[in-house]
């Protein structure tokens, strides 16, 4: 049965609802469920149900999952390269954090040094390039998700930088502890526990 040219927009709306990036994929994509729906139909079944089921069958976690998909696989080596420049990162900040803590213990020198490289590179380099990761993986889901993403992000910097402050004894301390506290408290708590509540009702 071919199908109208209503339910062929009908078909488009949904496919640019969902925000793809890649034309030719999403011309692929409004292609395959044409194709689907209408042999569906063919067999009895109305348009919506054809269309609802083809959807699932094709895409069960959304349609910017397929593009996300194709994304990787056109870029696995970039991407890959690009995760095995940011775990080694968190390694040498964790490393150097550990050795500064270590030598601060132990009274020798350079230990100052190493503790400050170290955690700068955990907190400003590894956790905003890990948060920016999540945040890709997320980018389909709700906003409370994307906002739950970057507000732990802000907060966990701030109050990871006011306890290295602290520590090295540097002023203003206190202000980025309550700057960090507030946001985690205010921003990131409120999403947490919301889509947390909606995960357990869904």
């Not at 349609?63 to 080596?77: A, G, H, P, Q, W």
Request: charged share 20%; proline share 2%.
């Amino acid at each position: 049965m071919k199908l109208t040219e209503e339910q062929e927009n009908r078909i488009i709306d949904i496919v640019d609802s969902q925000g793809l990036k890649l034309e030719s994929l999403r011309d692929d994509i409004v292609d395959h469920l044409c194709c689907v729906v209408e042999s569906e139909m063919d067999q009895g079944k109305l348009f919506e149900a054809s269309l609802d089921s083809a959807i699932i069958e094709l895409a069960p976690n959304g349609l910017i999952n397929i593009e996300r998909k194709t994304f990787f696989l056109l870029n696995s080596k970039r991407i890959i390269i690009m995760k095995k420049f940011m775990y080694l990162i968190g390694f040498v900040g964790a490393l150097t954090l550990t050795v500064g803590i270590t030598f601060k213990i132990l009274w020798y020198p350079g230990a100052n040094k190493l503790f400050t490289v170290g955690f700068l590179l955990l907190l400003l380099v590894f956790v905003p390039m890990l948060a920016f990761d999540k945040y890709k993986v997320a980018i389909a889901k709700a906003l409370s998700e994307r906002l739950k993403i970057v507000l732990g992000c802000v907060s966990g910097i701030i109050v990871g930088l006011s306890g290295l402050f602290k520590f090295m004894h540097w002023p203003g301390a206190e202000i980025l502890l309550l700057a960090g506290s507030f946001i985690f408290a205010v921003g990131f708590l409120p999403f947490l526990f919301f889509t947390m509540y909606k995960k357990s009702i869904a």
